[in-house]
């Protein structure tokens, strides 16, 4: 009796975290690389922040059952998208379990051999610096070794839906 409400309470802390965690207002990401044989590989998340100025570092997490969590571990750079209030589409594509998810995006491999998805509102390359454990998700440093940046306006993330930052925000 005493490890089921254990258990129930761990779930009721799940729910209330998720709750909390989706009504904390973020940017949204694409992170992507290529695989061992060269395919593109990518993912949507909004665990991103930046950690250093000098050197430039990000950080972002990877939950381990992603189906792209081998290559991200093996990888030895990424790129970051920041996506732009209009690819709102992309942003749900890449967070599906569609495996073709690069035939919805225009994209280019870079120089470095990452795959640059067109149109975000700002791009990242960086090389791994650093993985560290962290429960059932691996939080990856990377140093920023490329950037770019267009004049479109970022997505927002809030309470499951993205959009626009309003306009008549901040007042």
């Not at 000098?54 to 290559?71: G, T």
């Not at 920041?82 to 495996?99: I, M, R, V």
Request: glycine share 8%; aromatic share 8%.
């Amino acid at each position: 009796m005493m490890g089921e409400v254990s258990k129930n309470m761990t779930v009721e802390k799940e729910k209330l975290f998720k709750e909390i965690m989706g009504s904390y207002p973020t940017g949204v990401t694409i992170v992507t690389t290529t695989d061992s044989e060269g395919n593109p590989l990518g993912l949507t998340v909004n665990s991103f922040t930046s950690v250093s100025i000098n050197p430039l570092l990000v950080l972002w997490c990877i939950d381990k059952r992603a189906s792209s969590f081998e290559a991200f571990q093996q990888c030895s750079g990424f790129a970051i998208h920041t996506l732009a209030s209009d690819q709102k589409e992309l942003c749900w594509a890449f967070a599906g379990k569609e495996p073709d998810r690069f035939s919805k995006a225009e994209w280019s491999l870079s120089e470095r051999n990452l795959p640059i998805i067109q149109g975000s509102y700002g791009v990242m390359e960086c090389t791994v610096v650093q993985r560290i454990d962290a429960g059932d998700h691996t939080l990856l440093i990377g140093e920023v070794v490329e950037l770019k940046k267009t004049d479109k306006e970022p997505m927002l993330y809030f309470r499951r839906n993205v959009g626009s930052i309003p306009e008549n925000w901040p007042a």
